[in-house]
């Protein structure tokens, strides 16, 4: 029987609470299913307001393998359409970001108003006025709901509100806005890069605090001494909490849940001369501290099902390309109208971290490459996902909490995983 | 030039375009064959070794940028090759970068612009992978002779993903 099959009549086989099967990793038919089962089933991530601010901006993205575009129309309303004509299937934009006022298609001319409808057919004529009906012929357009900010798409109208999917998470998320230090939340550019591994190795390790002191190690010598004793987290008193529906938090500095609290703390020696410089230019103490505060980042990680990382100071998005090629980009985030100087102070520590030239994201990347090349043996065999089990607390809700090291969020990814596969 | 009387006009001429071409000929082969200490002396105290994202940007230091390395950031990025902490830099991607198509856009006495093409080959892990890119330099003369001022690389593809880079480009 194929794994897919199995999924469906004999489920155990394949994934169970505390761990799953190599084939998850492996098998082009269940990558093929997940695009539909659960990419074109629950609410995707598609952008944060601020990368379109403007009506008419717009930017493409994707939901799962169907490419769409991003749009705020004439009147600021955001549209997700599918980026495909309705003649040919032709794409209808191929630029990354930008502005317009319409949509026309490169190959016959359809042209398209921003908020999907069909204006313009050249030679119209070739057409009886039912066989060219436009109220029937708008793009194809997904639902769009936000939160905080975060704008997601889905193909479903019959879903429930994004509030609710995102139910627990919705605190973290509001904690996690904090990071604006008193200003909106902007997105200041990304770094893109590839790993020739399945999506899901990357969808885990954001909730993967045991492998930061070690693959992480030459990012913990790079950095002062006051940032390695914070990022010593297994050691820190953090926890890994369940959020439902496959969402999870890790908490990897407990005093850097809530960026308003304690802000009294000493300013850490790195952000020393970044704080003279806000006073320099005239901020209050309270405004200095609550803006450095917000340079370091939030001491945790939001893993939101399926493709959306809020982590730590950015922005992680999972673009699934096949069955053994994933796409990150990592969002660097900032204080829209803030300091320049805290925005520059921000990018150089994501440029530090993240990226293809960064000092952690080419040796996560490696690792995850390895996961990939070491499951090509062993079909058979289980992925092992039971780490802090023995320290497993239940909460009232049915959702589970443990500690920093445990793998109680990717447990809650696949639970979720779990559902929407094994129909 | 004119010089004043009281100097004596020692070896003021222009960096010329074979002088620039030698020098960063022996850049690329010292990052090459790994001799970062010698590499890192070819840079002025103030330098920025930087891998743009977004074409045609000018302000790199408010962009998010591939890397953005003053002289503390290069040392260690060295270090973090040397250290055999780095997964993805043990071993280090055998490299081999090919530097031509070269052009000086400005030149004087004592600094010049210099602007040309870069194919660098990388080999690790079985995978053979390739980075293209202009390189457009900033040279300055020293008592040392040429030192880099900056050092921008525009890879032709850096607005898509790209794979992980473990060592310098």
Same mark, same amino acid.
């Given at each position: 029987m194929t794994s897919l099959a199995e999924l469906?009549? &004999?489920p155990d086989e394949l994934i169970r609470q505390d761990r799953v099967r190599t084939p998850l990793y492996t098998d082009p038919a269940i990558f093929e299913a997940e695009m539909t089962k659960i990419f074109h089933n629950t609410w995707v991530w598609v952008a944060h307001v601020s990368e379109i601010p403007n009506n008419g901006d717009f930017k493409m993205a994707q939901v799962g393998l169907d490419p769409v575009i991003v749009v705020r129309d004439r009147k600021g309303e955001v549209h997700v359409h599918l980026n495909r004509c309705r003649h040919r299937a032709a794409t209808l934009c191929e630029v990354r970001k930008g502005k317009t006022s319409s949509f026309v298609c490169p190959y016959h001319g359809w042209g398209y108003s921003l908020d999907g409808k069909l204006r313009g057919v050249p030679y119209e004529n070739g057409y009886n006025e039912e066989q060219i009906d436009r109220s029937k012929l708008s793009l194809k357009s997904l639902r769009v709901e936000e939160y905080n900010g975060l704008l997601f798409a889905t193909f479903r109208d019959d879903i429930e509100p994004l509030a609710d999917f995102l139910g627990p998470a919705k605190k973290w998320i509001d904690l996690f806005m904090k990071q604006g230090g008193g200003y909106p939340v902007k997105t200041l550019g990304e770094h893109k890069f590839r790993f020739p591994g399945n999506w899901k190795i990357q969808l885990e390790n954001t909730t993967d605090a045991y492998h930061f002191p070690l693959v992480h190690k030459s990012f913990l010598t790079a950095v002062d001494k006051e940032t390695e004793q914070q990022l010593?987290?297994? &050691?820190?008193g953090g926890f890994v909490e369940d959020l439902g529906n496959g969402h999870s938090v890790m908490v990897m500095i407990p005093e850097l849940i809530d960026l308003d609290d304690n802000l009294e703390a000493p300013i850490p020696e790195k952000f020393a001369d970044l704080a003279k410089e806000l006073a320099a230019e005239g901020y209050s103490d309270t405004e200095v501290r609550r803006i450095v505060r917000a340079v370091g980042g939030s001491g945790f990680n939001i893993n939101l099902f399926p493709n959306l990382a809020c982590s730590m100071a950015f922005f992680r998005v999972l673009q699934p390309v096949s069955v053994n090629e994933t796409e990150i980009r990592h969002i660097a985030i900032g204080m829209d109208g803030g300091p320049a100087a805290a925005n520059r102070a921000r990018i150089r520590l994501h440029e530090f971290f993240q990226g293809p030239m960064g000092f952690g994201s080419p040796d996560d990347a490696e690792v995850w490459d390895r996961v990939q090349h070491g499951a090509k043996g062993g079909e058979d065999m289980w992925i092992m996902l039971h780490r802090g089990l023995n320290k497993e607390e239940s909460l009232p809700d049915g959702r589970h909490r443990s500690d920093v090291s445990a793998e109680t969020g990717m447990r809650a990814a696949y639970d979720q995983w779990k559902r929407m596969m094994a129909v | 030039m004119n010089m004043t009387m009281t100097i004596p006009t020692t070896t003021a001429s222009t960096i010329t375009l074979a002088e620039a071409m030698e020098f960063v000929w022996t850049e690329a082969d010292l990052l090459d064959h790994a001799v970062y200490d010698e590499w890192l002396s070819l840079w002025t105290a103030d330098a920025r070794y930087i891998v743009p994202i977004?074409?045609?940007?000018?302000d790199f230091g408010n962009a998010v940028n591939y890397a953005y390395d003053d002289h503390e950031m290069r040392k260690k990025r060295v270090e973090r090759l040397l250290s055999g902490q780095s997964v993805s830099a043990s071993p280090v991607a055998r490299t081999v970068r090919s530097l031509s198509r070269f052009r000086m856009l400005k030149t004087s006495e004592t600094a010049c612009e210099l602007r040309c093409a870069q194919i660098i080959t990388e080999f690790r892990r079985g995978r053979e992978r390739t980075y293209t890119g202009d390189v457009v330099f900033e040279l300055v003369r020293s008592e040392s002779g040429l030192k880099i001022r900056r050092k921008v690389i525009w890879l032709i593809n850096s607005t898509e993903a790209l794979g992980g880079i473990g060592y310098i480009l």
């Open positions: 469906t009549s &004999n010593d987290m297994l &050691n820190n | 977004e074409p045609g940007v000018t």
